[in-house]
Nanobody, 124 residues
Framework: QVQLVESGGGVVQAGGSLRLSCATS????????ITWFRQGPGEEREFVAG????????GYAVSVKGRFTISRDNASQTVYLQMNSLKPEDTAVYYC?????????????????WGQGTQVTVSS
């Protein structure tokens, strides 16, 4: 079992920044891949960025590349998502999820463990 708790969401104006945190606990060594997904109103859950505890970044969604940065702190077992130059279209509930290493890392169905989500709202 892995437990994940997101924090750091909020309301920000376009062009602003937020840093999301995903605190993890439990059997993270068996599920070393931590990935951020997001789900906007009426939309499907989509891949944002992922990283392994070994520090390998799996990639970024095209829509966030160059603006978002994923990182992790092994000591605190926390994964961060630094979001800069935010746009209204970034408005969504952001989730972190955990799984074993997989080539299908962009597919939310491959993730058995999820946090409760944190709301990010970007106003224009």
């Amino acid at each position: 079992q892995v437990q994940l708790v997101e924090s750091g969401g909020g309301v920000v104006q376009a062009g602003g920044s937020l840093r999301l945190s995903c605190a993890t606990s439990g059997q993270t060594y068996r599920n070393p891949l931590i990935t951020w997904f997001r789900q906007g109103p009426g939309e499907e859950r989509e891949f944002v960025a992922g990283i392994s505890w070994g520090g390998v970044v799996t990639g970024y969604a095209v829509s966030v590349k160059g603006r978002f940065t994923i990182s992790r702190d092994n000591a605190s077992q926390t994964v961060y998502l630094q979001m800069n130059s935010l746009k209204p279209e970034d408005t969504a509930v952001y989730y972190c999820a955990s799984s074993a290493i997989s080539s299908s890392f962009t597919n939310p169905l491959k993730y058995p463990y999820w946090g409760q989500g944190t709301q990010v709202t970007v106003s224009s």
